[in-house]
């Protein structure tokens, strides 16, 4: 019977993915902090950028809130994906984002974007430490990461499915919900949370599962963060580390 309720579920959802990457949350999410503090030269860092989608939407949204100067950067290793960012003028670096340090000045970026790659990383203690020191203070990080207290995950769990999130057979190797990401990233006070939007909301087409996903936004499939960074700038994220065993080694 569960099996019939999953594959009855799964059909319904088909065809709304492409609401799982938030596009219009970061395009919003630019034009806001580029409006309110009246930015006119501004570098968006894309961490993971794919084929640009989220820069170029990034780019437009901050001319159109008034910044005459954007610079575009990303941190991108699949080949085929780095030529075409640096066809669009991206300037890309190819390095491990969980070892790497990041090739940028300290406090040189103003946003940083990272859409549907923190579940497939461990080293988070490393990449938000790079992130903290290379955003400027009272910069923005905007990440989406797929929630595993989503609506049809919890129906998973109640069916014994394992939830969507984070399957063993495939790529994620975190999950996440809003308060424990949060009380993830403000350890240490490096950070504060600004906002938090929700995205799609399966098995619901498109145009009820954004009206859910504003009415209970930590029940849709993806959740999506505007981080602040604060003016904190003694120490690292990772610090937190020298403090907290954790039966799992972590690069400092």
């Known amino acids: 019977m569960s099996d019939f309720f999953y594959d009855f579920f799964k059909k319904l959802k088909t065809g709304t993915e492409i609401e799982n990457y938030g596009r219009n949350i970061i395009k919003k999410a630019v034009f806001n902090h580029i409006s309110v503090n009246k930015l006119k030269s501004v570098k968006i860092l894309d961490l993971g950028a794919g084929p640009g989608t989220d820069l170029q939407n990034s780019k437009n949204s901050a001319e159109s809130a008034g910044c005459e100067n954007v610079e575009l950067y990303a941190i991108e290793n699949y080949l085929p994906n780095v030529n075409l960012l ?28 990272m859409n549907q790659c923190l579940e497939h990383t461990k080293e988070i203690f490393h990449i938000f430490s790079e992130i903290g020191r290379i955003l400027k203070p009272n910069g923005i990080l905007i990440v989406g990461v797929p929630n595993l207290a989503s609506f049809h995950n919890r129906i998973l769990l ?5 939830p969507s999130a984070i399957h063993t057979l495939g790529p994620h190797v975190r999950g996440f919900t809003k308060k424990d990401f949060t009380k993830f990233f403000t350890a240490g006070e490096f950070f504060s949370l600004n906002k938090t939007y929700g995205s799609n909301f399966y098995p619901f087409p498109v145009f009820i599962s954004r009206f859910l996903s504003k009415i209970w936004p930590t029940g849709s499939v993806s959740l999506f963060y505007v981080i602040e960074r604060t003016n904190k700038n003694q120490g690292k994220f990772s610090d937190y580390l020298k403090d907290h065993f954790f039966e799992t080694p972590y690069i400092e």
């Open 86 to 113: 640096q066809n669009q003028g991206v300037s890309v670096q190819s390095i491990n984002l969980e070892n790497d340090n990041y090739d940028y000045e300290s406090s040189s970026i103003d946003i940083v974007i």
């Open 158 to 162: 109640l069916l014994g499915k394992q």
